[in-house]
Structure formats: C-alpha cells, structure tokens
C-alpha cells in the first residue's frame, strides 16, 4: 500500500530504527559533517510530456553517498535532518547546486524541487526562495516546487499564504504525492496548486493491466474537474505508459526514462539532443 511504501513523512523515522540508537548517533553525526562538507548532490529525473514524448523537465532529488555509511535514502536523512533543524541549511545547499546546474539546461526546461512541511512552516521561506532565484539570476516561471500531501493538515492557512506569494512571483507548486495522505477534497479546492502528481503507488496498480486503474481514472478525472493538470510519477514500463498515454494530456516521470542522474550526466544527456547551453553562451557561469 502507499503507506507501507514510506509515505508517511511526517512520522519521524521507523520504529525499528528508534531503537537503533548506534545507527541513529551515527546518522546525526554524519548529517552534521555532511553538511559542513557539502557532501549532498541533486540528482535530477526527467519529466515528460506523455502525448508528445518530449522532456519538459527535471524534477531534484538529493541524494547523499556518506563516507562513513554509504548511499543513504532521501527517505531516511530529510526527516532526520528535518528533526535535527537542518532541513532548511541542507535545502538551501541543494537547491542553490541545482540552479547553477539548471541554469545550463535550455530555458524551456523546468526544475522541480521538493520542500518539506517544515520549510513551510517558515514564514520567510518564500522570500528566501525568491531572493536564491534572484542570486542565480533563475526565472520563477521555470521553477516548480513540490509539496506532498501528507503533512498539509499543519497549517493550511500558512501554507495558503506560501503558495500565493510564490505563485504571485511565477513559481508553480505541486501537490506531491496525490492520494497518500489526509487532506480532504475541501482543502484541496482551498489551496491554489497548479498541478497534482499521482503517487507511484497508484500508478503501480496499471502494471497487471487487471482493470486496477481505477484509482488512476478517479485522480485523473478529479484533477480535470479541477481544472488541475496532471502527473503521474513512477512509470516504470511501457505497459504502464500505454495506459496512462490513452489517458491523455498528462506528464509522467518515472525509472522507464532511465534512473535519476547526476549533474554531469544531465549535461551530457542534453548536449546529445540540443538542449544543453554552452559555458560561452550563459550570462553567468558561477561555481557551485
Ligand atoms: P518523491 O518526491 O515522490 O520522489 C519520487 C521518488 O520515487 C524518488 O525517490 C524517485 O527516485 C523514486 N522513483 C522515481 N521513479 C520511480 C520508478 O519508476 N519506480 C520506483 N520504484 N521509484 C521511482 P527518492 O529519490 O528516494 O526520494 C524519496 C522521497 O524523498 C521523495 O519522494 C521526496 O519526498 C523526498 N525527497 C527527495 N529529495 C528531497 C529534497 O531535496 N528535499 C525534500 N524535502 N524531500 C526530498
Ligand atoms: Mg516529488
Ligand atoms: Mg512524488
Ligand atoms: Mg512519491
């Protein structure tokens, strides 16, 4: 189910793991170290217009290769990092890497960036955003920001004036993880997003083909009745693109376009179909 596949962010971290208090210590630590060493890098996955087969897009995905521990999970280190208070630091590090990145990609390819429930909970965030985009001299309008689900019940009233602030500088805001988590239809209507996003484990049911899209057609038709586009993420075949391409006018992401991949390999994916920008021709070339 979508909850036994750690959807449930605003959970701390497991319970097998609370008692893991070595594991837990070392973790801390790592965290700390990481981000005085600046050891976080933004992955990037394609998003895709699934009518046309083009690229529209990288959503980030930070990513962590410690010394001590190896790859750990984004699904691990943010909230630890979000109960440590240093969600906001290592966001800041990740998100200004992936404005240099995305300033060399063709500027008709967006950026999605993930932000956690406790950014939001800031109440200068959007402006520390604004003022980052305004630094990597990035425009809003190519800038999407995601926000799951899950934890919208903390304060839709703030979160409402965070959206709309942003939303009034041209930064789109998605509804992440649609389908996981608590909010009601009401809260939904309430809220300005721009688009929602299927969870994967909605669009894992197209895999067997056996009528389960049925949880797919319902989101899908409520984002329409909404006037909300659509994105479904975690296409991981061609027979689940097949049923989601029927569907029609929708976005999709997901391991059939291939892994996540780091800056460099981005470069080199883009350079191949034209899309890249050269060094020479940016207005700015500032180090990471
Ligand atoms: P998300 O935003 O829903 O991201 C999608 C996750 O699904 C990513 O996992 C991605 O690698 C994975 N995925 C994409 N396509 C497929 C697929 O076809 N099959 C399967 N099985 N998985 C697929 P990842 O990178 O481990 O990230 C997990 C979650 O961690 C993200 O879920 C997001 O909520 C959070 N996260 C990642 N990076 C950041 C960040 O920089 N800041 C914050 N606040 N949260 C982040
Ligand atoms: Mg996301
Ligand atoms: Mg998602
Ligand atoms: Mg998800």
Same mark, same amino acid.
């Given at each position: 189910s979508a909850k036994k596949d750690?959807?449930?962010?605003? @959970?701390?971290? +497991?319970p097998t793991m609370e008692n893991d208090l070595r594991f837990r210590n070392q973790l801390e630590q790592g965290l700390r170290r990481a981000l005085a060493e600046s050891q976080f890098e933004p992955f990037y996955e394609q998003q895709i217009d699934l009518d046309s087969g083009e690229l529209v897009g990288f959503e980030m995905l930070a990513r962590w290769d410690s010394p001590e521990l190896g790859l750990v999970s984004p699904e691990i280190f943010i909230p630890i990092a979000e109960e440590m208070g240093l969600i906001v630091e290592l966001s800041e590090q990740l998100v200004s890497k992936a404005l240099v990145d995305a300033s060399g990609w063709d500027p008709s390819l967006t950026l999605a960036i993930n932000i956690s429930p406790v950014q939001l909970r800031d109440p200068w965030f959007a402006q520390k955003l604004l003022k980052l985009l305004v630094k990597h001299n990035f425009p809003p309008q190519r800038l999407e920001i995601e926000i799951t +689900?899950?934890? @919208?019940?903390?304060n839709v009233a703030m979160v409402r004036s965070m959206i709309v602030s942003l939303r009034n500088q041209g930064v789109r805001v998605s509804l992440d993880d649609f389908g996981t988590g608590f909010s009601s239809l009401e809260q939904l209507r309430s809220l300005p997003f721009d688009r929602i996003k299927i969870d994967r484990a909605f669009v894992g049911e197209l895999r067997d083909n056996e009528g389960g899209s049925r949880i797919v057609d319902a989101i899908v038709s409520l984002g329409r009745g909404m006037g909300l586009p659509v994105t479904a993420e975690g296409i991981e075949d061609a027979q689940m693109l097949d049923a989601l391409r029927k569907m029609g006018k929708l976005k999709g992401q997901g391991y059939h376009y291939g892994k996540p991949e780091n800056a460099e390999q981005v470069h080199q994916r883009l350079l191949a179909s034209g899309l890249a920008i050269a060094a020479e021709e940016r207005s700015e070339f500032p180090a990471r």
């Open positions: 750690g959807k449930n962010r605003c @959970l701390w971290f +497991e +689900e899950t934890c @919208l019940h903390d």
